[in-house]
Nanobody, 121 residues
Framework: VQLQASGGGLVQPGGSLRLACTASGLTLNFPAIGWFRQAPGKEREGVSCLSSLNDITYTSDSVKNRFIISRDNAKNTVYLQMKSLKSEDTAVYFC???????????????WGKGTQVTVSS
């Protein structure tokens, strides 16, 4: 399974960005895709996860009501719509896939390369 994350960039506080994670390979075997992020000097943390198997979604309390995860099955792509961005959202964002949704990184099986999100004025 290969994952490609895109959509990162520089945005001002209060702004919005939409990240995309496109999967290829044995995607049917890994129906859950999650977003994780790692800020400088901090551990990687789970942000949100969605499973196409049962539509279960998990979202971290730190981004709830600001970030929305969605999926386009026809494109094998999962999106993370981020709004009301804060400086503390600055991090490298990664997508990963697994058989079940989880916000714990050791539960994920395959990882894509990250995309940088910088929130700054």
């Amino acid at each position: 399974v290969q994952l490609q994350a895109s959509g990162g960039g520089l945005v001002q506080p209060g702004g919005s960005l939409r990240l995309a994670c496109t999967a290829s390979g044995l995607t049917l075997n890994f129906p859950a895709i999650g977003w994780f992020r790692q800020a400088p000097g901090k551990e990687r943390e789970g942000v949100s996860c969605l499973s196409s198997l049962n539509d279960i979604t998990y979202t971290s309390d730190s981004v709830k009501n600001r970030f929305i995860i969605s999926r386009d099955n026809a494109k094998n792509t999962v999106y993370l719509q981020m709004k009301s961005l804060k400086s503390e959202d600055t991090a490298v964002y990664f997508c990963a896939t697994a058989t079940r949704c989880s916000l714990r990184e050791h539960d994920m099986d395959y990882w894509g390369k990250g995309t940088q999100v910088t929130v700054s004025s």
